[in-house]
């Protein structure tokens, strides 16, 4: 608009002209500095993956030997044809989503992966187009926004070794050059994979919970290509995430809960407020394995069914030990608005005063506030601050090897003692007449793999197999690991239980061996 001079206050900005200002190459490196943690990065490469409506989805480290080499997020979705890789991969360009879409900005699969990774490459297949692949570096959008075209061989052949994934259609994301597995000391590897793993199941188990709960298929496997990738190669960990529910109580807190609150929010109009309150003490999965109870208190925000905050209390208050049994659920409205923004990462939720002042006015059917709410979670928290409860001596805590819906019950039932590599459970060479040896200098049972047959009905079992035999050997063996002094009497115990073992050896073969009548 021209501009008048005067003296009044100008409510609109006058111009001249207009010039375009097409995007610096340089904001390639920007890319790679979003701040993406990794388990925001996988998860938000995931939500691509149920966009494209995928409902069986992998997570793949792959290594060779002690050298972590890639990451892998396999799906079965609906996949992209050239022209919509070239969409895909295109930096700055604003795709339209649909109204349940996960993503929203059009910049995740870019941002979250050269976070991490030198080099982004996507290879995709839908019903009626051919396998075909993009390969997107820092230095290729730094190169006038090069981005490379994957061998269509290749493209083929990576299509191909994940048939069990992807059958007909389907998409394989692929970090080169993860910044966190080249820093892996060597020796190390095993130590790093499993936390990572670890993890990365609870963050996507947390934010992706109901998706899971209405049957999304999502794995980690870690594959070791063997021989510098020449040799056959063997899966040496796969665990299935299971959902973990932050409002996944049996029995609430407080009778009369959950609890609806509506908060009148000016310029946003009425938002819906599901007050929890966990029971005391609670050992579920969902209350102690998704992090600090403190951070874990307040708000939890739904879009689209999909978490994107896990706790907090948004400056409506401070987090307070005697809160830890508050949790809120919040599902964002579905249309823009100014009141509360979501981060481009997909992990925090921006609050104006507006959804702050409508927290004060909240009440539910019956008229109570939303202050009552808190001071209903305070109670539920002294209350069940003053019982007795029995103290469970705490173990060490169970590694690789172990199914991971054994594991979670275990975590739930027994405290872990602090500081203890977990006790992992592997398959190995072992005289004929032992069942089960130590390695106690790397807290490892080692099963002998002569006997893996007998215990999996004939198969060759995964990693995770025989979990009823495995779980036994840890509650048996558990308090081996961590000793200082080696008993003799210990060793003897070692020595009679490895004996009967033996003899249920011989027995199960015996059954397996006679005719079915």
């Known amino acids: 608009m021209p501009y008048q001079p005067g003296t009044e206050w100008q409510y609109d900005v006058p111009t001249t002209g207009s010039t375009r200002l097409p995007p610096d190459a340089g904001y390639g490196r920007a890319l790679t500095n979003q701040g993406y943690g990794f ?10 993956s149920i966009d494209a409506q995928a409902d069986k989805i992998v997570v793949h480290f792959l290594r060779d030997a002690d050298r972590i080499l890639s990451l892998l997020i396999i799906d079965n979705g609906k996949g992209m044809d050239e022209e919509g890789l070239d969409a895909a991969m295109t930096v700055g360009r604003r795709r339209d989503y649909g109204d349940g879409a996960l993503g929203m900005y059009g910049t995740g699969l870019k941002a979250a992966s050269l976070s991490h990774a030198s080099s982004l490459t996507v290879v995709s297949r839908t019903r009626r187009s051919r396998a075909a692949g993009r390969l997107l570096t820092a230095e290729g959008i730094e190169d006038g926004f090069r981005c490379d075209t994957v061998d269509p061989r290749y493209a083929q052949e990576l299509v191909d070794r994940y048939d069990g994934v992807i059958e007909w259609q389907g998409t394989v994301v692929r970090w080169d050059g993860v910044r966190a597995f080249e820093t892996v000391a060597r020796g190390q590897s095993d130590q790093f994979l499993s936390k990572a793993i670890s993890r990365l199941e609870t963050h996507l188990g947390l934010y992706l919970h109901r998706y899971l709960q209405r049957g999304l298929k999502l794995d980690i496997a870690v594959w ?3 021989n510098g990738g020449q040799g056959p190669g063997e899966e040496v960990d796969h665990i299935a995430v299971e959902a973990l529910d932050p409002f996944g109580y049996k ?3 407080k009778v009369g809960y959950p609890r609806e609150f509506v908060a009148p929010v000016e310029s946003l109009g009425d938002l819906r407020l599901k007050a929890h309150i966990w029971p005391a003490k609670s050992k579920q999965a969902g209350f102690r394995q998704v992090g600090s109870l403190t951070d874990r208190q307040g708000f939890y925000f739904y879009r689209n069914d999909r978490l994107v905050q896990a706790g907090g209390w948004n400056g409506w208050r401070n987090p307070e030990g005697h809160l830890v049994l508050a949790r809120v659920a919040v599902e964002l409205p579905p249309q823009d608005n100014n009141v509360l923004s979501l981060d481009v990462k997909k992990e925090k939720i921006t609050v104006t005063q507006a959804f702050t002042d409508g927290l ?5 059917s019956q ?17 069940g601050s003053r019982r007795n409860e029995i103290v469970r001596k705490p173990v060490t805590p169970p590694g690789k090897g172990l199914d991971p819906k054994v594991k979670r019950v275990i975590k739930e039932e027994l405290p872990e003692k602090p500081g203890e590599e977990p006790i992992a459970f592997v398959w190995g060479p072992l005289p004929a007449d032992q069942f089960f040896g130590l390695d106690r200098e790397s807290n490892v049972v080692i099963l002998n793999k002569a006997y893996r047959e007998d215990f999996n009905d004939g198969r060759r079992g995964g990693s995770n197999d025989t979990p009823v035999t495995k779980t036994l050997l840890y509650l048996l063996l558990e308090d081996c690991f961590g000793l200082g002094r080696w008993e003799r009497s210990r060793q003897d115990r070692l020595d009679y239980w490895n004996t009967i073992l033996m003899a249920s050896v ?3 073969r015996a059954r397996r061996a006679q005719p079915l009548s």
Do not use: C
């Open 39 to 48: 388990e925001v990065a996988v998860a938000d490469l995931i939500d691509n």
């Open 360 to 364: 004060d006015k909240a009440v539910d």
């Open 367 to 383: 008229g109570r506030t939303f202050r009552s709410f808190i001071l209903d979670a305070e109670t539920a928290y002294r209350d």
């Open 251 to 253: 029995v609430p807190g």
């Open 506 to 508: 011989e027995a199960q």
């Open 224 to 226: 070791d290509v063997g």
